[in-house]
T-cell receptor, first 111, second 116 residues
Framework: RKEVEQDPGPFNVPEGATVAFNCTYSNSASQSFFWYRQDCRKEPKLLMSVYSSGNEDGRFTAQLNRASQYISLLIRDSKLSDSATYLCVVTGYSSASKIIFGSGTRLSIRP | NAGVTQTPKFQVLKTGQSMTLQCAQDMNHNSMYWYRQDPGMGLRLIYYSASEGTTDKGEVPNGYNVSRLNKREFSLRLESAAPSQTSVYFC???????????????FGSGTQLSVL
C-alpha cells in the first residue's frame, strides 16, 4: 500500500462547478499536510497548508481528518485556470525523507 | 527574484554517459533537495542536503551522486546514465527555521532527461 494515495482522475468538470478530491495517508504519525498544484510540464507550487481546523483561501478549502487519515481539497466556482494536477503532500518528523508526495489528481475544467 | 534555478532544461544522453544537473537558489534556504518525477509515481526524493556540507540519501539514490557546493548550490551527478534514469528532475529548497517551514518547498522549473 502506498503511503499517500490519490485518485489519479482525470476529473473533468464544467466551469463554475464545485469539485472535491481526497488524499489518504497510511502513517498515523504524520505531522504536516499540504496541497501543491502542478501545471502541465511545470514545477509543483505550494497551494495551501492543511490544518486540523480546516483552512480556506478564496475558492479553495482544505480539510484534515486525522481519525480517518485523509485530507481533502474543495474548489468552488471552478475556473478554466484551475486545470492542473493537484499533489497531496504528507510529512513526518524533522526529516526530508519523510516528505511524501502523492502521485497527483488531474483536474480539467471545460468551458 | 529568481528563486530556484536549475539547468539544463532538456538533456539527451546515451547509456553510459555522465552529466551534472546544476541547481542554485537565492532565497538563503538551508535545505535543498533533488527529486525525480515519473508518470504515476509521484515525486521521489533522490538526495537532500539539510545544510551546507551535509548530504543524505533519499528514497532512490542509486546511480546518483550529489554535491552541496555552498549554501546556494546543490548539484546532481549521473556517473553512468541508464535508460531507467529517464525522468523529469526537480531541484527544490526550503527554509527550516521551524518545523513547519521545513516542508514548504520551492521548486526549480525541472530538467527533462532522456537516456537512450
Amino acid at each position: 500500500r502506498k503511503e499517500v494515495e490519490q485518485d489519479p482522475g482525470p476529473f473533468n468538470v464544467p466551469e463554475g462547478a464545485t469539485v472535491a478530491f481526497n488524499c489518504t495517508y497510511s502513517n498515523s504519525a504524520s505531522q504536516s499536510f499540504f496541497w501543491y498544484r502542478q501545471d502541465c510540464r511545470k514545477e509543483p507550487k505550494l497551494l495551501m497548508s492543511v490544518y486540523s481546523s480546516g483552512n480556506e483561501d478564496g475558492r479553495f478549502t482544505a480539510q484534515l481528518n486525522r481519525a480517518s487519515q485523509y485530507i481533502s481539497l474543495l474548489i468552488r466556482d471552478s475556473k478554466l485556470s484551475d486545470s492542473a494536477t493537484y499533489l497531496c503532500v504528507v510529512t513526518g518528523y524533522s526529516s526530508a525523507s519523510k516528505i511524501i508526495f502523492g502521485s497527483g489528481t488531474r483536474l480539467s475544467i471545460r468551458p | 527574484n529568481a528563486g530556484v534555478t536549475q539547468t539544463p532544461k532538456f538533456q539527451v544522453l546515451k547509456t553510459g554517459q555522465s552529466m551534472t544537473l546544476q541547481c542554485a537558489q537565492d532565497m538563503n534556504h538551508n535545505s535543498m533537495y533533488w527529486y525525480r518525477q515519473d508518470p504515476g509515481m509521484g515525486l521521489r526524493l533522490i538526495y537532500y542536503s539539510a545544510s551546507e556540507g551535509t548530504t543524505d540519501k533519499g528514497e532512490v539514490p542509486n546511480g546518483y551522486n550529489v554535491s552541496r557546493l555552498n549554501k546556494r548550490e546543490f548539484s546532481l551527478r549521473l556517473e553512468s546514465a541508464a535508460p531507467s534514469q529517464t525522468s523529469v528532475y526537480f531541484c527544490a529548497s526550503s527554509r527550516d527555521r521551524k518545523a513547519d517551514e521545513r516542508e514548504k518547498l520551492f521548486f526549480g522549473s525541472g530538467t527533462q532527461l532522456s537516456v537512450l
